[in-house]
């Protein structure tokens, strides 16, 4: 090939390359070491001396024009590249968005909140405690001092602080009773919800971690009717007019008398079923009058104040305010049952 001739097949590929990697392609061939210009460099060593001269300086100047040509094409498919790219990225601030779906409250949370509104409602305050609790406030000021057989009512999970069994998880929220009481003269009109672990397997009813909502009062001239009233007060604010309710004799060590709190089964009305145990009656909690003992153990003179405590399953109340027959479904996580509430 003639210098004229490698010169326009160059320019040739160089305007159809139509990309910068295209291009880079197209520069090798063009000026690189197996080019067709090389080619003619090589072939200059076997000239006569007086035609190398103009040879060469007509192969350098194709060299010079090559390059010129690459570098004004090069800038032009790069801009192209560019404009290409910011169009694809441009934000198109008029498109409408559909709205992010946002979540909710889980059941057992909306739940805890109304139970809280029903007592409110009622003139009690809102407590707290903490899930770490220690022994004396989870047993011994309850009345249960060391070795008494009452706390193996409660399967107890410990944390390995201090002495061994000093520290657990609450089993229950009652200890939340002997913080307010510890903290606060009477008169005391408190509920406490929260969460409350225990050793037990999970099947329909029960959970290793559930929540319980705790109620006390301490006042003067409190009587057990006081406490069934509450109780009858509650469950109508909260499962409706529908719902029958009844006390059962029990015993708690924190609380003289003491009852079992239930409900008829929705799921049998009252016939017997798997979530009932066949009893017709679901048990809500536990309640009774304050014990004196306990009343001693917070420094409340048991002759002036009276008092009564109570605690439920929040749990229990959502599965039968919504017919849910399974606990379990509260943490399998599935957003089918979850989406429902
Ligand atoms: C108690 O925990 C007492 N502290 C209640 C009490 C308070 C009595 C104040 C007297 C005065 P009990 O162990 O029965 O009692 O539990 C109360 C309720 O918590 C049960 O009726 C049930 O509704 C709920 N509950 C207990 N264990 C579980 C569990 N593993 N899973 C889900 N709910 C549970």
């Known amino acids: ?19 910068p990697d295209e291009l ?6 063009v000026l690189g070491k ?4 090389s080619g003619l460099n090589q072939q200059l060593g076997r000239m006569p001396a007086e035609e190398r001269k103009d040879a060469g300086r007509a192969i350098n ?18 801009a192209d590249d560019r ?36 007592f409110v409602g009622m003139g009690y305050s809102v407590a707290e405690g903490p899930e770490i609790e220690t022994d004396w406030h989870n047993f011994e000021a309850l009345n249960m001092p060391p070795a008494h057989p009452a706390r193996g009512m409660w399967d107890t999970l410990y944390v390995k602080l201090g002495e061994p069994e000093s520290t657990l998880l609450r089993t229950h929220t009652s200890p939340v009773q002997i913080r307010v009481m510890t903290s606060q003269p009477p008169p005391i009109y408190i509920v406490a919800p929260g969460r409350a672990y225990r050793r037990d397997t999970p099947d329909a009813r029960h959970l290793p971690v559930f929540h ?16 069934a009233g509450t109780i009858e007060a509650f469950t109508t604010a909260y499962f409706g007019p529908g719902i029958t309710s009844r006390l059962r004799p029990s015993y708690f060590p924190f609380t003289e008398p003491s009852a079992e709190f239930e409900v008829t089964c929705i799921f049998c009305e009252g016939k017997g ?5 066949q009893s017709g009656w679901i048990e809500l909690g536990g309640c009774g009058m304050v014990d004196p003992n306990v009343f001693e153990a917070v420094g409340i003179d048991p002759e002036e104040w009276q008092g009564f405590a109570f605690g ?19 943490i399998s996580n599935d957003i089918r049952f979850l989406e429902q509430f």
């Open 1 to 19: 090939m003639t210098p004229e001739e490698v010169e326009k097949s160059g320019l040739l590929a160089i305007e159809l390359a139509v990309t």
């Open 61 to 78: 100047a194709v060299r010079v024009r090559l390059t010129a040509a690459l570098a004004d094409r090069r800038e032009v498919l790069e």
């Open 273 to 277: 079923c798997r979530v009932c145990s």
């Open 212 to 227: 319980q909502i705790e109620g006390l009062v301490v006042d003067r001239g409190i009587t057990f009717g006081d406490m």
């Open 24 to 29: 880079r392609t197209v520069e090798t061939d």
């Open 312 to 330: 439920f399953g929040i749990d229990r109340c959502a599965m039968l305010r919504h017919d849910i027959d399974d606990i379990r479904h509260f």
């Open 83 to 118: 404009r290409r790219r910011l169009e694809a990225d441009r934000l198109d601030l008029t498109e409408v968005v559909g709205a992010v779906p946002r979540g909710h409250l889980h059941l057992v949370d909306q739940a805890r909140r109304q139970l809280e509104d029903v």
């Open 34 to 37: 197996r080019s067709a210009l």
